[in-house]
Every structure is written in structure tokens, then in C-alpha cells.
């Protein structure tokens, strides 16, 4: 038998579904096709081989971008919450990266970098590193200090008092900036492939619109959504399965 919060999961996907094919048949808008024909739309895409060519394009700069952003972005994270001076030197960088409006930022990628993947690898990554940074970092400053003394206490390194204690405390604000983060980074791909170059879905998503073909472009922002899903129901499971009676709400619990 199903349990409560999957079964809470279906009905509001029911609901979301059953609400865009009614908007779509009143409808709301003569750019809005419905439910059923952007699921056609997908099938047909996706039997044809258009959408695995496109995303072949697109999980380029989005994988390389998440895993810098993770490596870098957990690394850096661990450093200011652990250095008090690296902190001050470091934290405002990121702060005004997570601020800063992205697409006036695109155009100087552009002239630094071309058209090509870096610029679009730079733009998951601005999108991504800063919500990793800054939640590794607020985890790690706000490990429970007994636990700290705890370690200590038991003549424990510095080094296993960080593996040990430290991330594996934190691990659950951890994991939840880096869902953030790839959610940002999914973000960042798709503005690139718009902003930058057409190219993979983004391409699918202009196209797509200059011909008002809408139902194959809901049916590829839908892929992006669902792929994003799937992405973060991943990195859930391999929280559970790392962490495994560590996950709690907050690392203060």
C-alpha cells in the first residue's frame, strides 16, 4: 500500500495536471495548449530522437557546471565555516554573486569567454556555487559546539573532528544547498542555451516559439522540470543512503 505523503505527491500532481489541461481548454490564452497535446508533443519528440539529441547539448555545460560548483562549493563552504578570516575574506564574494541579476552578467561571459561552452559552464556555475558556498558554511558554523568538545575531549584530530563530527552533522544542510544549488544550475543551462547560443532544448524553446509550435515548447520546459525532479529524488536517495540516521531538519537538533 502507498504511503500518506506519496500518495499527497500524486493527488497534487493530479491536480496540477487536471489545472493546465482546464486552462488550456478554456483557454486562458491561444499560447497555451493544453496538458494532452504537450504530452503528445513530448512522445513525439521523444520516439523521434529530437529531445536525447538536444539534451546531448544541454547536460554539457549543466554536468561540468554542477560538479565544479559541488567540488569547489563544498570545499570553499567548509573553509569559511571552519576559518573565521577566510570568512570575512570570502563570504561577500558569494553573497553578491547569489545577488547579482545573472543576465547582466552574461553578456561580459560573452566577451571574456565566446559563445561556446565555457561561457555557458561559467553561467551554471555562477548560478550554483553561491547556494552551495553559503549553506556548506552556515552547516559547518553551526555544528553544535559540545559535539566539538566532545571530540576534543576524546583527543580526536582536527581532521577527524571535521570528518568525524563536523560534516557528517551537517551533512543535512548540506545536501539541501546542493539540491538548491543543481536546481540553480538547471536554471543557469537553460538561460545560457537562451541568452547565449541556441542550442539543445533552449534551441527547442526558441524554435519552438517563433513558429508557435507551443505544445512541443510546454513539452520541453516540461522535460527540464521533470528531469530536474528526477535529478533531486537522486541526490535525496544518495543522502539517505551516505547519512543514513543523520537526517534531521537542522544541524542544531
Given at each position: 500500500?502507498?504511503?500518506?505523503p ?5 493527488l ?9 489541461e482546464?486552462?488550456?481548454?478554456i483557454?486562458?490564452?491561444y499560447?497555451?495548449?493544453t496538458?494532452?497535446?504537450s ?18 547539448e544541454?547536460?554539457?555545460p ?21 576559518s ?6 570570502m563570504?561577500?564574494i558569494f ?14 561571459l ?9 561561457s555557458?559552464v561559467f ?7 553561491p547556494?552551495?558556498?553559503?549553506n ?17 575531549s ?11 563530527i563536523?560534516?557528517?552533522s ?8 546542493l539540491?538548491?544549488?543543481?536546481s ?12 547565449i547560443?541556441?542550442?539543445?532544448v ?6 519552438s ?21 528526477l ?5 535525496e536517495t ?5 547519512f ?8 542544531s537538533?
Amino acid at each position: 500500500m502507498l504511503s500518506r505523503p506519496t500518495l499527497l505527491k500524486i493527488l497534487s500532481t493530479l491536480i496540477v495536471f487536471g489545472a493546465w489541461e482546464i486552462a488550456g481548454r478554456i483557454p486562458v490564452s491561444y499560447a497555451f495548449p493544453t496538458f494532452i497535446e504537450s504530452m503528445q508533443a513530448l512522445a513525439r519528440m521523444t520516439f523521434d530522437g529530437t529531445l536525447f539529441t538536444a539534451y546531448g547539448e544541454t547536460l554539457k555545460p549543466l554536468v561540468i557546471g554542477i560538479l565544479i560548483s559541488t567540488v569547489l562549493g563544498i570545499s570553499i563552504g567548509l573553509a569559511i565555516g571552519l576559518s573565521g578570516w577566510f570568512d570575512w575574506l570570502m563570504s561577500p564574494i558569494f553573497i553578491v554573486m547569489q545577488a547579482a541579476p545573472l543576465a547582466a552578467l552574461i553578456p561580459l561571459l560573452v566577451m571574456a569567454y565566446g559563445i561556446g561552452l565555457t561561457s555557458k559552464v561559467f553561467v551554471v556555475c555562477i548560478m550554483a556555487m553561491p547556494v552551495i558556498v553559503l549553506n556548506t558554511s552556515s552547516a559547518v558554523r553551526n555544528t553544535p559546539s559540545s559535539l566539538k568538545e566532545m571530540g576534543r575531549s576524546f583527543l580526536g584530530s582536527d581532521l577527524e573532528i571535521i570528518t568525524k563530527i563536523i560534516i557528517p552533522s551537517a551533512s543535512p544542510i548540506i545536501f539541501s544547498g546542493l539540491r538548491l544549488g543543481v536546481s540553480a544550475g538547471f536554471i543557469g543551462a537553460i538561460l545560457s542555451e537562451l541568452k547565449i547560443t541556441p542550442t539543445g532544448v533552449g534551441d527547442i524553446i526558441t524554435y519552438s516559439r517563433s513558429i508557435a509550435d507551443y505544445p512541443s515548447m510546454y513539452a520541453a520546459i516540461f522535460s527540464i522540470i521533470l528531469l530536474a525532479v528526477l535529478f533531486l529524488n537522486l541526490l535525496e536517495t544518495i543522502e539517505n543512503i551516505l547519512f543514513e540516521g543523520n537526517n534531521r531538519g537542522y544541524v542544531s537538533d
